[in-house]
Nanobody, 121 residues
Framework: QVQLVESGGGLVQPGGSLRLSCAAS????????MGWYRQAPGKQRELVAS???????NYADSVKGRFTISRDNAKNRVYLQMNSLKPEDTAVYYC???????????????WGQGTQVAVSS
């Protein structure tokens, strides 16, 4: 099996910064795309940012210029640096990874348990 564990959430004032981290472990041969999603109360889960195995990135328009996604392939980790946080960034943030468990495997998508980010004064 594969486990994703997020950390780094919390309460921050508007304009502040947080750095989320996600570690993947278990039966992993390789990881293709990794990403961060978020879900606010009463809303659908949405993509925040994604990164390919070679470092190509994609961002939601609402976070461009404020958030930066990065990854460490050797450690099977993905990060989200969040700057200039706004109250509308408040949500549970989930890590996602597209994993090949063996060299003959096809992609399986895995999710972390989520970490709460609250932006409030």
């Amino acid at each position: 099996q594969v486990q994703l564990v997020e950390s780094g959430g919390g309460l921050v004032q508007p304009g502040g910064s947080l750095r989320l981290s996600c570690a993947a472990s278990g039966s992993i041969f390789s990881i293709n795309d990794m990403g961060w999603y978020r879900q606010a109360p009463g809303k659908q889960r949405e993509l925040v940012a994604s990164i390919t195995s070679v470092g190509n990135t994609n961002y939601a328009d609402s976070v461009k210029g404020r958030f930066t996604i990065s990854r460490d392939n050797a450690k099977n980790r993905v990060y989200l640096q969040m700057n200039s946080l706004k109250p509308e960034d408040t949500a549970v943030y989930y890590c996602n990874a597209q994993v090949l468990r063996y060299y003959w495997d096809y992609e399986h998508g895995y999710w972390g348990q989520g970490t709460q980010v609250a932006v409030s004064s």
